[in-house]
């Protein structure tokens, strides 16, 4: 294996959208391919046609695509090795399988279900560790011909050993799994369809796979892919690598899942937060590049990454700082960048039209300064300028409980008669205009002169900084908003 390139791969089996886990995973792959000169292998596993959906591996695909994980070999990039989904691959399966059960490494399997579970109750009141018991191990002619009179479908399984697998894992060293408790174990199912355990093994070595980086709930099926690599006629110096990355847990310190976290990257993105926000974040649960630096681009997570740097222990997933993370990396956008990341969010809510009007693009560029430094998703821009966009404005009944009470009247009269005459329309003498007339004249307290107009003006008491908002909507829709109240 040492003269042959650093392979690693993504290979998930998307039954729904990728969630944090997925990613992170994804990730390190990627990280660690573009750090050592690698190759970035992407696969689907796809072999349970009932959960894994044509929607799902196009989504699958475009997620990669929109969060920069680019591969060097897979679905729409091709390669040497394909094809890259396990649908596909079902004859390679099947031939290994059958070399298997004529080499003795695996065999036919008769018990049914319910044998099985019945020995499996038996195993747990005699104090026993639950598995297969290797009934099927050594069928005579007579019992294999009586089994198949009787309609019975067999499955293959493979024959462990006795014994023990020990094998290095770069994240968590020596791992050793006792074969007591790693019983004869599944390889093709009654309908012939392969199982994870054969199809993960036979592509990772048919597509010369050199590191495996993935989560560490699997960690306790490896033994049974060595097993499978045994099987193949693999050297064990030429075995994949092993890393199993820590869990990722939610606030509560359970496995993050939707009860105590969102996991889905869908949700994310429709949130609104940045893809290079996501990877930044996703890369340091588990892994630091050193010297508490947090903000990274995926070019200097590629310079940066090694497996060696992962921790062992389970990462916590923190909304708070990957709020942190996103706000930084949208208020680092130029206005240009912005302006491309705002607008699909605009015109989903039907702020603006599709395709944007010159009128509106001059209006968002105008307000989206303003706002860049106070959100921290993009999902926050519509109802944000919302206002700027319409002839009048749905006054937020709170904002109008809590603001336009009987002393709004007369600032808002106050206000209308300093800003009708105003000769410039800009911020600045907005600003001047109302400060002298509410505040120095009438003695009133900025917080109460100006939520009134801003209330008045945009429907809202939360809404862009008041006075530059006046300047963008105009004198003319200034003055009738004010006049509508």
Request: net charge negative.
């Amino acid at each position: 294996m040492s003269n042959r390139p650093i392979k690693v791969r993504f290979a998930p089996s998307p039954t729904g959208d990728l969630h944090v886990g997925n990613i992170r995973t994804a990730l390190f792959d990627w990280a660690y391919a573009r750090h050592t000169g690698g190759i970035f292998l992407f696969r689907i596993e796809d072999t349970d046609r009932s959960r894994v959906t044509d929607e799902y591996i196009a989504a699958a695909i475009d997620t990669l695509k929109w969060l920069g994980l680019n591969w060097d070999e897979g679905p729409e990039v091709g390669g040497a090795h394909g094809p890259y989904l396990q649908s596909q691959r079902l004859e390679i399966y099947a031939k290994w399988a059958s070399r298997f059960i004529e080499q003795g490494d695996a065999y036919y399997c008769y018990c049914t279900p319910e044998e099985l579970e019945a020995r499996r109750e038996e195993q747990k009141e005699s104090g026993q560790a639950p598995g297969y018991d290797g009934k099927c191990r050594s069928v005579s002619d007579e019992n294999r011909a009586r089994y198949t009179a009787e309609g019975r479908e067999p499955v293959i399984r493979m024959r462990m050993p006795e014994g023990s697998t020990t094998f290095h894992d770069v994240i968590r060293g020596e791992c050793t799994f006792d074969h007591n408790f790693v019983p004869d174990f599944v390889l093709v199912r009654a309908d012939g369809s392969p199982l994870y355990t054969l199809a993960v093994a036979v592509d990772d070595v048919l597509m010369e796979v050199t590191h495996i980086l993935r989560g560490e709930d699997l960690l306790s099926s490896t033994p049974r892919q060595i097993r499978v690599y045994q099987a193949m006629g693999v050297a064990p110096a030429d075995y994949p690598l092993f890393a199993h990355l820590p869990f990722v847990m939610g606030t509560d310190n359970a496995k993050l899942s939707k009860r105590n976290g969102e996991t889905s990257i869908a949700w994310y993105r429709e949130q609104g937060f940045l893809p290079e926000a996501i990877c930044n974040y996703l890369a340091l649960l588990g892994w630091s590049p050193g010297d508490d630096r947090e903000n990274l681009t995926l070019s200097e997570l590629s310079e940066l990454f090694t497996i060696e740097r992962v921790n062992a222990n389970p990462a916590r997933f923190d909304m708070k700082k990957l709020e942190n993370i996103n706000g930084d990396k949208i208020r680092a956008l130029t206005l240009d960048q912005f302006y491309q990341w705002s607008l699909p969010f605009l015109q989903r809510a039907k702020v603006v039209a599709t395709p944007i009007t010159p009128e509106q693009e001059l209006v968002v560029k105008r307000a989206l300064p303003i706002i860049q430094e106070r959100i921290i998703k993009l999902g926050e821009i519509p109802p944000m300028l919302a206002f700027l966009f319409t002839e009048k404005v749905d006054l937020d009944p709170e904002s109008v409980a809590k603001y336009l009470d009987g002393e709004s009247k007369r600032i808002i009269a106050r206000a209308i008669d300093v800003l009708t005459p105003l000769p410039t329309w800009d911020h600045q003498s907005i600003d001047g205009a109302l400060r002298t007339a509410l505040i120095d004249e009438l003695g009133l307290k900025p917080r109460l002169a100006f939520s009134a107009i801003r209330v008045a003006v945009t429907g809202s008491h939360i809404s862009p900084p008041l006075f530059e908002s006046m300047e963008i909507l105009g004198r003319e829709r200034t003055l009738a908003r004010l006049a509508a109240v």
